[in-house]
């Protein structure tokens, strides 16, 4: 048995594509889509599209279906038949420091109910001290849909430097 995913692997592209673009539209919310792949039990991000709301706020965030939809099949489209990458889950932001709302979680399950692996939720909060949030949702067995939250590994963005090292 394997166990249930409960971290998000964020690589440098997908983690510098969310950071640009939650600063261009603050103080309103953005997001849009994680393409990635399943790792042992882990959730990689490897790739996030930007897909605009229509009627964003600064507490509020819907994604474009439509416009989803066309950006998710061009990806997919132009990966070799072979790469892993594929859709698995959501991301968008919130200009105050807090995690996924109920409606965010609302949201991951319904998207959950449709599909057979985790769906990782990214919630990108800039002023937070831990500025990206983890949500993972899955169906289990009689189409019962639970969420968790999820570590975020997130790399460095290339401003950040590490800190110095301890004297010892």
């Not at 990782?120 to 289990?140: E, M």
């Amino acid at each position: 048995m394997t166990r249930p995913a409960t971290r998000i692997e964020l690589r440098r592209e997908a983690r510098e594509v969310i950071t640009s673009e939650t600063a261009q539209h603050l103080p309103r919310e953005t997001g849009g889509i994680l393409l990635g792949y399943g790792e042992d039990a882990d959730v990689v991000v490897t790739h996030a599209l930007v897909v605009d709301g229509p009627g964003a706020s600064t507490h509020r965030y819907v994604r474009d279906d439509v416009r989803a939809n066309v950006l998710l099949a061009a990806f997919l489209a132009s990966r070799a038949d072979d790469d892993p990458t594929g859709y698995v889950g959501e991301w968008h932001s919130h200009p105050a420091p807090s995690g996924p709302s109920p409606t965010d979680v609302a949201a991951m399950q319904a998207t959950a109910r449709d599909h057979d692996g985790p769906i990782a939720l990214l919630v990108h909060a800039p002023s937070a001290q831990q500025p990206f949030f983890g949500l993972i949702t899955r169906r289990q067995r009689m189409g019962r849909v639970t969420s968790k939250a999820a570590t975020v590994l997130a790399p460095p963005s290339k401003c950040e430097r590490p800190g110095p090292l301890p004297d010892g």
